[in-house]
């Protein structure tokens, strides 16, 4: 019996295909009526069959259906994509169960159950999630202890600051031969001024906002940004010393990366809070942030550094035997051969530097600076919002998810580009 | 004479740069010190350290020193991103894998798994895992028990502990067979190579590695009991587990966080590295005459680890430096212990700090130089 039922090589393969995507269809059909709907098609059976029934419902179906080519489009496509054999079979049949039966829950915690009118923990009554939570606390995770009405100083600040780094499209074609200098030197000049007096205040009529109650996203993005900034002219500085013939600065240069490369952020970020004022001049005072910012750039500098120096090594040795040959020194052959060149390939490179130093910007939290981790940890213990931490995570996790998964994808395609204009 | 300055003077330069900056610093620290009356020195780490370690793998409390305290910090990192790096190999190679199947929804689950992991910061999901999901476990005294003796709580995870009677013998044992399979796979080697014959060196390992240690229980007077944790009233309304061993829930966040988030990276490196094996080699291979499991076995791994390994280590090391992000939901480790308590209490910022630093870089840069070494030995002798 068995083997009449799985000897397919009879030409009437037709009835097999009919059975097997008949049994298969029930199977799915039964997990999903029974994960929505609650209805359990196989109630009448003990509790352990009906719970592998699907599962050995769909695997007799799907073998049923396995066939080398039976002319119709989808049965070929299942057959090829999700049905190769057995193994296969089964653990399609297992995923396909554990994306249906974690559908509902899911769905309804986020959506269907949850709340997000009102404006107090009391307006949160249904079984799922209290976005009224994330609603109230929005500007907060936002712009931190920023004072509420002067918002529009941080978002202006940021459109200058991006509209400024998108000027470079703009300029004409005999103005591109300083693209570079602009947003090597200029940019970053100019994008501190304006965070500095915007954010800042203190002149132009505008308050003065201590940094204590700079927080939320906005203070990730700028720390990631002045560090990115500054990180740049200081792992180039250190890509060519490595690279150096001359023993002493690539020993130094060397040293200095293995050395920022070997210790984890979190004790270079003590190292700022309870170190660093130690070595200061005693009548100096530094501001917190400013030495987060500045350690941070020293620790991301060295992986910069190393980013810079995969673009360096990857220029054909031709290029430094050319530029030498026309008379060129060792700064001339840089400036206007080599680094150009480099550059471009490392910018791939330096995106995933700067896409390590966004996610790890939030632990700026462990020295008592209050961005967006900092934030949720707050709301999270207020008395009046006791009991809403997953919201919060959630809701912090899909936008840095957003953010981080944009600049992958961006700086993978970067990286194929150049990969073909070569 | 004129080359020979132009190459000095950078360097002297530079050297001078870097003197002078370390000396600035020197002495301006040499002043705050007198200024505030501390004095430089590593006496403190005989001193009573007077502070309590919640969970700790070596017998300590606060009678102990600060070098103690120390040891103790840096086995809980230790301890930390061990059991992490067994789990996310394991996760990374499977997922790793599963992104080259020929099946569409594992190929597409696998991509997404990664790509949903490795773009969240590290901190958020261990807050996300301490903060969120363990605090939906269940109070101690209405917890079930998972495969009949363990217990998932909030306080954390009980599990029984293995108590040993001549546990000496049986590591004898071990060890035997460990010698015994070196032996014989030496022999085998050696009678393929001179006859062409082929012993079955993975059955008679795996019969070795079951026999002996039996043998050990059998004979050698080994035997192994279970101490059960069990449910024990502290209070009126308070609960938790006696015997047994409680794992706390800052580790177990901290092992899923560490180990979710660096398997994305290992499933990258496995992938690269069997993409990495050239589709020739194995027709090459399959047109010798050799079966898919040798294929896998004797060609395709041996070209695939050369190319998984490096990369793979370098996101070890990684995993052991983010376990110091362990310090923001308290789990004891070196940064909590030592740069956190210790500091806080001896006030000796600059020794701290470059104690910690420095034992990070000497396990970075002993694992880079053992690497390093590895790439040597497996370099492919190319003329």
């Known amino acids: 019996m068995i083997n009449t039922l799985t000897d397919k090589k009879t030409s009437n393969y037709y009835y097999y295909l009919l059975a097997g995507l008949f049994l298969f269809s029930i199977s799915i059909l039964d997990v999903v009526l029974y994960s929505f709907f609650k209805i359990n098609l196989t109630n009448f059976l003990p509790d352990i069959l009906s719970l592998f029934l699907p599962l050995i ?214 190292m700022s809070s309870v170190m660093f004022p130690m070595f200061l001049p005693e009548d100096f005072f530094m501001d917190k942030l400013v030495r987060v910012i ?91 919002w006791l009991g809403f931490a997953m919201e919060g995570y959630i809701f912090a996790a899909i936008i840095f998810w957003i953010i981080c998964y944009a600049m992958s994808k961006y700086s993978y395609n970067l990286e194929n580009k150049y990969k073909t204009e070569r | 004479m004129n080359n020979k300055i132009k190459r000095y003077i950078p360097q002297i330069l530079t050297l001078l740069f870097v003197i002078g900056v370390i000396g600035f610093f020197t002495l301006n620290a040499q002043v705050n010190m007198d200024n505030r009356g501390i004095d430089f020195g590593f006496g403190f780490l005989k001193q009573e350290s007077s502070f309590d370690v919640q969970f700790s793998l070596i017998e300590y409390s606060g009678s102990h020193s600060y070098a103690r305290a120390y040891l103790v910090g840096l086995l809980n990192t230790l301890l930390v991103s061990f059991i992490s790096i067994i789990f996310c190999t394991i996760l990374g190679v499977i997922i790793g894998v599963s992104r080259l199947s020929s099946n569409f929804l594992i190929r597409n689950s696998a991509a997404w798994y990664v790509e949903f992991f490795r773009n969240i910061p590290l901190l958020l999901q261990i807050f996300f895992w301490y903060y969120a999901a363990l605090r939906a476990l269940p109070l101690p005294e209405k917890a079930a028990p998972w495969f009949g003796v363990t217990y998932m709580t909030i306080k954390g995870y009980y599990i029984p502990s293995f108590i040993w009677n001549n546990l000496d013998i049986f590591l004898y044992s071990i060890l035997a067979v460990i010698i015994c399979i070196l032996f014989i796979s030496t022999y085998a080697k050696k009678l393929r190579e001179t006859s062409g014959k082929q012993i079955p060196l993975f059955f008679i390992s795996i019969g070795l590695l079951i026999v002996l240690p039996a043998l050990s ?167």
């Open chain 1, 57 to 270: 419902i769909g695997f007799v179906g799907l073998h049923l259906i396995r066939i080398e080519y039976s002319g119709i489009k989808s049965i070929d496509l299942i057959n090829k994509n999700i049905n190769t054999n057995n193994f296969n079979a089964f653990l399609t049949l297992l995923i396909i169960f554990a994306i249906v039966k974690a559908t509902p829950p899911s769905l309804s915690w986020m959506i269907f159950d949850a709340n997000i009118s009102g404006d107090s923990k009391e307006a949160c009554t249904g079984t799922g999630a209290c976005w009224t939570y994330v609603k109230v606390w929005f500007r907060r995770f936002m712009y931190g202890m920023y004072p509420n009405d002067l918002h529009w100083r941080i978002n202006t600040a940021f459109i200058l600051v991006i509209g400024l780094g998108f000027f470079g499209f703009f300029l004409k074609d005999n103005l591109k031969k300083y693209l570079a200098l602009y947003y090597v030197i200029i940019y970053p000049i100019i994008a501190f001024l304006v965070i500095y007096y915007l954010i800042s205040g203190g002149s132009f009529g505008l308050v003065w906002v201590e940094t204590g109650a700079w927080g939320g996203l906005s203070l990730t993005f700028i720390v990631s940004f002045f560090c990115l900034i500054f990180c740049f002219p200081l792992g180039m500085i250190l890509a060519l010393g490595r690279r150096s013939n001359l023993p002493m600065i690539r020993y130094i240069s060397v040293g200095y990366i293995e050395f920022w490369r070997g210790v984890p952020l979190i004790t270079v970020l003590f």
């Open chain 2, 217 to 383: 229980f059998l004979i050698g007077g080994v035997s192994l009991d279970f101490e059960i944790p069990v449910l024990k009233k502290l209070s009126q309304t308070s609960y938790t587990y006696e015997g047994g061993i409680g794992l706390p829930p800052e580790l177990i966040a901290l092992v899923l966080a560490l180990s979710l988030y660096t398997s994305t990276f290992v499933a990258e490196c496995v992938r690269a590295g069997i993409q990495g094996v050239s589709k020739g080699q194995k027709e090459a291979a399959a047109s010798v005459g050799l079966t898919p499991n040798q294929i896998l076995k004797l060609v395709i791994m041996p070209q695939a680890l050369r190319i998984i390994i490096p990369p793979t280590t370098n996101q070890y090391l990684n995993l052991t430096k983010n376990s110091s992000l362990a310090a923001a939901i308290a789990y004891p480790d070196l940064v909590l212990v030592f740069a956190g308590t210790a500091l806080m209490q001896t006030g000796k910022a600059i020794e701290i700090v470059s104690i910690t630093m420095l034992t990070y870089l000497s396990i970075s840069l002993a694992i880079a130089a053992l690497m390093n070494w590895y790439n040597k030995k497996i370099e492919i002798k190319e003329k």
């Open chain 1, 294 to 384: 500045i350690a941070i750039t020293l620790f991301e500098g060295a992986y910069c550094a190393e980013a810079i120096r995969g673009g360096l090594q990857s220029l054909p040795r031709g290029q430094y035997d050319a530029a030498k040959s026309l008379g060129m020194g060792y700064w001339k052959m840089h400036i206007f051969v080599i680094l150009p060149q480099a550059l471009k390939l490392v910018i791939p490179g330096i995106c995933n530097t700067f896409l390590a130093l966004v996610k790890d910007t939030p632990l700026i939290f462990v020295v008592g600076l209050a961005e967006i981790a900092g934030m949720l940890a707050l709301a999270k213990t207020n008395p009046k």
